[in-house]
């Protein structure tokens, strides 16, 4: 059982990643990725069946949802619902929740399911993949800024005639 700063603290420090990756995209993505961020935690206590935090913590193995294919079923949904920047930031938020898992000295991550066992990827990693996260957001800001500008201002087929 990991300790209990770790455990207590564990949700913060989920929503601040969540939150440092997609803030590039704005409030409105800080949001939608926090809360996917700290909404799948919700499968400990469904795989412990049982809230307390010693049972939720005691896991062999983290639940199977704590994997990329769930990121990414979750950013077809919020996609579908909220736009694709919302899609990108439930993936984001959910791929650094599973990152900062998986770097832990704890229960081993599914990340892989159901292509790979679940294992332990180490600091490093967590630190590229959460890197590379950003670095994403960033060039979806830089793309999506880019073609809202174009629009604006004449550029391409989409330009909508200016009013006085």
């Known amino acids: 059982m990991p300790g209990r700063v770790q455990t207590y603290t564990d949700p913060l420090q989920h929503a601040l990643i969540a939150a440092a990756v997609v803030a590039p995209l704005g409030r409105g993505k800080i949001v939608t990725a926090v809360s996917a961020a700290l909404a799948i935690d919700v499968d400990h206590a469904v795989a412990a069946r049982s809230v307390r935090v010693r049972d939720t913590t005691a896991l062999a193995v983290r639940p199977r949802t704590h994997s990329l294919v769930t990121a990414a079923g979750a950013a077809a949904v919020v996609g579908a619902r909220r736009g ?4 990108w930031a439930a993936f984001a938020g959910l791929a650094s929740h599973f990152l900062h898992d998986a770097a832990d000295a704890g229960a081993p991550t599914p990340m892989f ?11 490093r990693r967590q630190l590229l993949g959460t890197t590379a996260l950003a670095l994403a957001s960033v060039a979806i800001r830089r793309a999506t800024a880019a073609g809202s500008s174009s629009r604006n201002h004449g550029g391409g087929d989409t330009a909508r005639p200016r009013t006085a």
């Open 84 to 87: 694709p920047l919302h899609g």
């Open 113 to 123: 399911w159901p292509f790979a066992p679940a294992r332990q990827l180490g600091r």
